[in-house]
T-cell receptor, first 115, second 115 residues
Framework: EAGVTQFPSHSVIEKGQTVTLRCDPISGHDNLYWYRRVMGKEIKFLLHFVKESKQDESGMPNNRFLAERTGGTYSTLKVQPAELEDSGVYFC?????????????FGEGSRLTVL | GENVEQHPSTLSVQEGDSAVIKCTYSDSASNYFPWYKQELGKRPQLIIDIRSNVGEKKDQRIAVTLNKTAKHFSLHITETQPEDSAVYFCAARRGLTGGGNKLTFGTGTQLKVEL
């Protein structure tokens, strides 16, 4: 069974440009999460989808970030316009809907470098 | 909100020695504490977890202990091997009511096992 897949694995853009990251969760996982790790710091929560609905977007840094999950399958995270401080590794994770929360499965991440 | 502190940030041990990584959390409502291992260039993977109703859990060479009163938990790796070299993240999560699988992570520990 395929794990969580993310694309691209690495993106280098200039300040002011736009980047769109994509995440395909494990099939059947209703819960999808975006996290980000800035160099040397913690992996920080950005937002949580349950199917196509945003359950919690309290971690989104500002309105330059837009996440979507149309149809409740794959998700995209768009950064527009990108700033230097947006550089980092963006992780997507998914989990089943379970009473005990279930295990969180991560993708390999999309490394974003803003120059 | 929850805050998780993790120490040390780097740890170097000789092969065969033990390694201990410590984390503290701030939210007394947290009741689930997973540990993730991230090898270079790969995805974070769950290696062990503990819930607040137990004080210790062991799986072969790895063990986790939890002290709810002091709000700290630790990862213990015995008989370390070169393949244990990776970044280890601790995390904490509140009860599932409305929170989904939203984890708060520590800043990570780079473990290096030297031959």
């Amino acid at each position: 069974e395929a794990g969580v897949t993310q694309f691209p694995s690495h993106s280098v853009i200039e300040k002011g440009q736009t980047v769109t990251l994509r995440c395909d969760p494990i099939s059947g996982h209703d819960n999808l999460y975006w996290y980000r790790r800035v160099m040397g710091k913690e992996i920080k929560f950005l937002l949580h989808f349950v199917k196509e609905s945003k359950q919690d977007e309290s971690g989104m840094p500002n309105n330059r970030f837009l996440a979507e999950r149309t149809g409740g399958t794959y998700s995209t995270l768009k950064v527009q316009p990108a700033e230097l401080e947006d550089s980092g590794v963006y992780f997507c994770a998914s989990s089943q809907e379970r009473l005990d929360g279930g295990e969180l499965f991560f993708g390999e991440g999309s490394r974003l470098t803003v120059l | 909100g929850e805050n998780v502190e993790q120490h040390p940030s780097t740890l170097s041990v000789q092969e065969g020695d033990s390694a201990v990584i410590k984390c503290t959390y701030s939210d007394s409502a947290s009741n689930y504490f997973p540990w993730y291992k991230q090898e270079l260039g790969k995805r974070p993977q769950l290696i062990i977890d503990i819930r607040s109703n137990v004080g210790e859990k062991k799986d072969q060479r790895i063990a986790v202990t939890l002290n709810k009163t002091a709000k700290h938990f630790s990862l213990h790796i015995t008989e370390t091997q070169p393949e244990d070299s990776a970044v280890y993240f601790c995390a904490a999560r509140r009860g599932l009511t409305g929170g989904g699988n939203k984890l708060t992570f520590g800043t990570g520990t780079q473990l290096k096992v030297e031959l």
